[in-house]
DNA sequence: TCCTGACTCTTACAACGTAAGAGTCGATCC
DNA sequence: GGATCGACTCTTACGTTGTAAGAGTCAGGA
């Protein structure tokens, strides 16, 4: 009798690469509690011990799901002004960080050292030299968009903590404390115009012109 | 024969707020790996399941770790201008977050809604709808500066991806690939300069300046 | 004195990460 | 051909985890 009959969800033979994609699956799908070094190799019809010869252990499955998620960053343009450069990092960090929301939320506070990830950056830096700033300022205007962006989309992705967009249509607005909270809870209708995209954007605009002024000349 | 002899580690009789700070202690000194239900537990000379009458489950422990820590935020002095408010506001959460680098980095990802956390939030809305924003773009305002908070003490806490400070006084730069990366690598020297406090400064005030041009008049 | 409720303990179980080592199989040599 | 080898996978096993179930402890009120 055969011994594993069951490798319907693989094509290919076994890999890192393979291993870390099932993973982003599998957490994408049934949440990062379901990250289990035994379901993850179900998910490949192989046993749980197989994964270890493409993987030390399991906290590099989750330093690998980050890697592989932030080397999807597409660079900017060449030769783009260091604020469509800015502005390009800020969006595509946001795209991916929303298309896997599951996968980022659950890695966003690994520092990320992947060589493909860092791309991009020296993109955005050369951009920012190339526009007269020194090196240092460039890190720091880089710091700054990569702040404003990684917590934007950690906090879309996890649920702001004041919630205008939610399931049920309610979010954290409907449960505040009118007398606790008079300005929030009084003002619920209007706050509930906020949109995810546009609150994002003005943000982004906002802390670009205002390197442009500090910064950058 | 007595049955539990040590609970030298605690003063008080157990409560839910003692769970909970004890955990934040643990995972400060020991990691986050650390926090097991039988080693909190331990830590206040009791046994894993009497734990359970203070906090439903695990999970519990997590979130109200992330509610203990925010709920240190101290709301900004009573009339201050919106500026000052979200200055005010955004310098409180990189503190909270850099005296707990651990508890911080742990429970990041989840949206805080517990009530003491959001009179801070409150103020600063406040102090926006009273310069003449709209309640709508107060609350950009506000998710603004906080993404931007939040964001940047992450990486502080979790090490920045394009770090010049580091334990070894090399940080990833020392690794840089010279070829791949000739700005980033050729500039080492004048990388290292970034002082993560001054990168904060910057950050903050460009993105309040360029908030104060675009959105409240 | 007995009850009650809040708290704690003991015991138990299924699921976890992973160490150790044995089985399988295609490729490469003689 | 057969032998060897390396890469891969499996089985088995161990200690640890979160927590369900229920019994023990004990202060305060009846």
Known sequence: ????EDRSRRDGPLSRTAVLDAAIALVERDGANA?????LGAEL???AMSLYHHVPNRDAVLSGMAERLMSQLQPPPKGAGWQDAGEWF???LRIVATSSPQTFALTAMRPLLETRALEPVEALLAALVRAGASPADALMAYRALASYARGYALAEVA????????ADGEGALGALDTDAFPILAGRRDELRDVRADRAFDVGLE???AGLSATLVR
Do not use: K, N, Y
């Open 35 to 39: 990250l289990t070094m035994r379901r």
């Open 1 to 4: 009798m055969p011994v594993a």
């Open 206 to 208: 906002a802390l670009i």
């Open 159 to 166: 649920g702001f903590t004041v919630d205008a967009t939610s």
């Open 45 to 47: 019809g192989v046993e």
């Open 90 to 92: 800020a969006r595509q």
